[in-house]
């Protein structure tokens, strides 16, 4: 089992240390307590506390959720400073977090399971506000539809960051390909799909270069 100090406790929840002792006065956190006195708090416990919704003070309640395209991002650790800027953004404006999701796939992919809990979390009235990083992290196309769903249940969206990372572009790159390959392949088949998709990354090969150029130029002037 393991075990978490209280500082370390509030920050997984995203509250004040503060509110753990609060909690404790109110029967609904019990700590483990060291032979010294101290307070120490079950990892399992809390996320079982976060996952219940059981843990508020009267502030208002969000969900966060991350999401990055590949396992190779993730891996990198990318997803999880993700999830903690968003945390940390939450602690700093006083909310309480009910649940955090996060999926490893592409902004279009519909079927992405963390969405589907933020939208059935939403439908329930379990919280007021979703918070993101950027928009694309909730859908690479049809976010507005999206954001008037969540508008419709009460929940207002939170992008807390404006711009978008550098490896943005890479990956609107790789989405635009997947929708290039869907229609490409119904449209001509496996092989003329083929080259469709072939035209298409040298297309963006093009533009990339001649971006490239265009910058490389504006600096030497």
Same mark, same amino acid.
């Given at each position: 089992?393991?075990?978490?100090?209280?500082?370390?406790?509030?920050?997984?929840?995203?509250?004040?240390?503060?509110?753990?002792?609060?909690?404790?006065?109110?029967? %609904?956190?019990?700590?483990?307590? #060291?032979?010294?006195?101290?307070?120490?708090?079950?990892?399992?416990?809390?996320?079982? #506390?976060?996952?219940?919704?059981?843990?508020?003070?009267?502030?208002?309640?969000?969900? %966060?959720?991350?999401?990055? &395209?590949?396992?190779?991002?993730?891996?990198?650790?990318?997803?999880?400073?993700?999830?903690? +800027?968003?945390?940390?953004?939450?602690?700093?404006?006083?909310?309480?977090?009910?649940?955090?999701?996060?999926?490893?796939?592409?902004?279009?992919?519909?079927? +992405?399971?963390?969405?589907?809990?933020? %939208?059935?979390?939403?439908?329930?009235? /379990?919280?007021?506000?979703?918070?993101? /990083?950027? &928009?694309?992290?909730?859908?690479?196309?049809?976010? /507005?539809?999206?954001?008037?769903?969540?508008?419709?249940?009460?929940?207002?969206?939170?992008?807390? =960051?404006?711009?978008?990372?550098?490896?943005?572009?890479?990956?609107?790159? +790789?989405?635009?390909?997947?929708?290039? $390959? $869907?229609?490409? $392949?119904? %449209?001509?088949?496996?092989?003329?799909?083929?080259?469709?998709?072939?035209?298409?990354?040298?297309?963006? =090969?093009?533009?990339?270069?001649?971006?490239?150029?265009?910058?490389?130029?504006?600096?030497?002037?």
């Amino acid at each position: 089992m393991e075990l978490l100090t209280i500082s370390k406790a509030a920050k997984k929840l995203g509250v004040h240390p503060n509110s753990l002792r609060n909690w404790e006065k109110r029967g %609904l956190i019990k700590p483990v307590r #060291l032979p010294g006195g101290q307070r120490r708090y079950s990892l399992d416990e809390l996320n079982r #506390l976060l996952q219940s919704g059981q843990l508020t003070d009267g502030r208002e309640t969000v969900v %966060l959720y991350a999401r990055v &395209s590949t396992k190779k991002q993730a891996d990198a650790g990318n997803l999880d400073r993700q999830m903690e +800027r968003l945390r940390q953004y939450a602690r700093e404006n006083g909310f309480t977090i009910r649940a955090e999701f996060t999926d490893i796939a592409s902004g279009q992919n519909q079927k +992405r399971r963390g969405l589907a809990n933020v %939208l059935k979390l939403a439908e329930q009235g /379990e919280y007021k506000k979703l918070i993101i /990083e950027y &928009s694309d992290r909730l859908a690479r196309f049809g976010y /507005e539809y999206i954001e008037r769903h969540l508008r419709y249940c009460g929940v207002e969206i939170i992008a807390i =960051a404006e711009k978008e990372p550098e490896d943005a572009h890479t990956e609107l790159v +790789r989405d635009l390909l997947a929708i290039v $390959t $869907t229609f490409s $392949t119904r %449209l001509y088949g496996a092989r003329g799909g083929k080259k469709v998709r072939q035209g298409f990354r040298e297309l963006i =090969a093009g533009v990339e270069r001649d971006e490239k150029t265009g910058k490389e130029q504006k600096e030497t002037h």
